[in-house]
């Protein structure tokens, strides 16, 4: 092997160090640069709240795992979040229990999972745009159920969620603990797991191996749209209000979050903890944005550039696959 050969077989491994840890690497740097630079950042206040900021994106993400590692995208998700928080609501406000209130929450949820699961699995449809679909459903139908009102004083399950601290620990982070080991466990060390796995990365062999692939897409997606009840459920409480933009492009910044982590999206490759690690990159930046006093229009542009950075990385990814 002369010089330039070697040259270039090193340049190969250090991209691909790159596209497989730069994420890690990305994350650490960012937080000694914003530790050294802006104190406030450092203080255990601020983590907290950092924290507490991403909790809607890292359930969401989680189920955004599940979906994605299947070749599919669900971009229904915040206007499954606002619909099932219009659906507490209005019973709530028109004096059901606020156990029976929660349960309708949650049932619609499941509801709307079942229909883009389906819709994808069993009729064949696009995944981007039968989820979209749902999408604008779901919010046209807050609208109606609420008027575009928005409410304050929910149930004392909200207050709880939202107010109570373990150990000095919110409780809504210790939620996030929890629901990220389960999506571990379940991906990583189930059948399954490795079913879902299966049909992502071929769907032809996961076929001949006598794998229901249509049943596994579809609870993909009927797992993400209870979990959509559930991150609007904590967004709720967490904030102690209903509002008829709750989650308005949520979607896509949690997208951005699992193929950061690593998640490819054509399926078939990704983990948790990456999915964690991307998620909490996300809040980072967003906090970093706001300890620096950035105007809101810059914010945007940044997000826009995070979710760009996301999928060029996956597209090198994928290319250096197809090229070994």
Known sequence: MDKSERSGAFGHWVLQIGLKYGIYLLFLFIIVVLSITNPSFR????????????????????????????????????????CCGSVYT??????????????????AALLVGIVNGVSVAYLGMPAFLATLATQCMCRGMSLVLTGGASYRNLGPSFTFFGKTKLLNIPVQIWVIVLLFLAGY???????????????????????????????????????????????GYLTMSRLGSYYASMGDGIE?????????????????????????????????????????????????????????????????????????
């Not at 209005?90 to 049932?107: K, N, T």
């Open 43 to 82: 203080t255990m206040a601020n983590v907290s709240n950092v924290l507490l900021q991403v909790t809607t994106y890292a359930v969401l993400g989680i189920g955004m795992t599940f979906v994605i590692m299947t070749g599919g995208i669900d971009v229904s998700i915040g206007g499954i979040m606002v």
């Open 90 to 107: 209005v019973l709530s406000q028109s004096g059901m229990p606020d156990s029976v209130s929660i349960l309708a929450m949650f049932l």
């Open 185 to 231: 466990l379940i991906l990583h060390k189930t059948v399954y797991g490795r079913k879902l796995i299966a049909v992502g990365g071929n769907l032809n062999a996961a076929r001949v191996s006598g794998i229901n692939d249509k049943m596994i897409i579809c609870s993909a997606y009927i797992m993400m749209g209870v979990i959509s009840g559930a991150a």
């Open 252 to 324: 896509f910044m949690v997208i951005a979050a699992v193929v950061i982590g690593g998640t490819s999206m054509v399926g078939g490759s990704g983990s948790m903890f990456g999915t964690l690690v991307g998620t909490l990159l996300i809040g980072v930046i967003n906090n970093a944005l706001n300890l620096f006093r950035v105007d809101a229009e810059w914010q945007n542009v940044a997000k826009g550039f995070i979710i760009f950075l996301a999928v060029l990385f996956d597209a090198l990814k994928n290319h250096m696959k197809q090229a070994e």
